[in-house]
C-alpha cells in the first residue's frame, strides 16, 4: 500500500468516526436554537397578554395579569446557558436572528439579561396591583426587551 492509501485510509476512518460527533455537536446546536426560539414565544405569549391589558385592549383582569408575570418570572429563572451555545448566530446557522456580537468579547449581553429579569421582576411585584400599576412596570420590560433586541437580534432570514 503506498503512502497516498495509508494517508487516505487513516483519513477516510477518521471521517467515519468524526461524522457521529459532528452530526451530535449539530444535533446540540439546533436544539439550542429550538430550545431559546421556544422560551422567546413563551416570553411573547405572556407579555401578550399584558401589553394587551395596558394598552386596553384586553381587560384588565388582576388575576390573569398576575400569572402572566409570574410566568415571565419563572422562565427568567430557568438556566438559559445551554440554549446560546457559541456558533448559533445568524451568520452560522439558518433560522435564527441571534448576532454573533451575543459571543464577543465586551459583549453587554449579561447586563441586558439582567436588566430584563429586574423589570420581570417589578412586573412580577406590579401585574395584580390595578391597572396603573401594571401599566407603570410595562415600559420597563419593554425597554429591556428592545435594547437587547436592537443590539443582538437580526431581521427575519
Known amino acids: 500500500m503506498s503512502v497516498f492509501s495509508k494517508v487516505a485510509s487513516i483519513a477516510l476512518s477518521a471521517a467515519i468516526i468524526a461524522t457521529p460527533l459532528v452530526a451530535q455537536d449539530q444535533k446540540a446546536l439546533e436544539a439550542a436554537v429550538k430550545a431559546r426560539k421556544s422560551q422567546m414565544t413563551l416570553f411573547a405569549f405572556n407579555l401578550g397578554l399584558l401589553g394587551g391589558m395596558a394598552k386596553g385592549q384586553i381587560d384588565y383582569d388582576a388575576d390573569k395579569a398576575q400569572a402572566a408575570a409570574s410566568g415571565l418570572l419563572a422562565l427568567t429563572a430557568l438556566d438559559a446557558s445551554r440554549m446560546w451555545l457559541p ?53 420597563g420590560v419593554g425597554g429591556a426587551c428592545g435594547s437587547c433586541h436592537k443590539a443582538y437580534r437580526g431581521p427575519r432570514n
Open 87 to 139: 456558533g448559533t448566530d445568524n451568520e452560522t446557522m439558518d433560522n435564527t436572528r441571534a448576532l454573533p456580537a451575543i459571543w464577543a468579547e465586551g459583549s453587554d449581553i449579561g447586563a441586558k439579561a439582567q436588566a430584563f429579569g429586574e423589570a420581570v421582576g417589578a412586573m412580577d411585584a406590579a401585574a395584580g396591583q390595578g391597572l396603573e400599576a401594571l401599566q407603570g412596570a410595562m415600559g
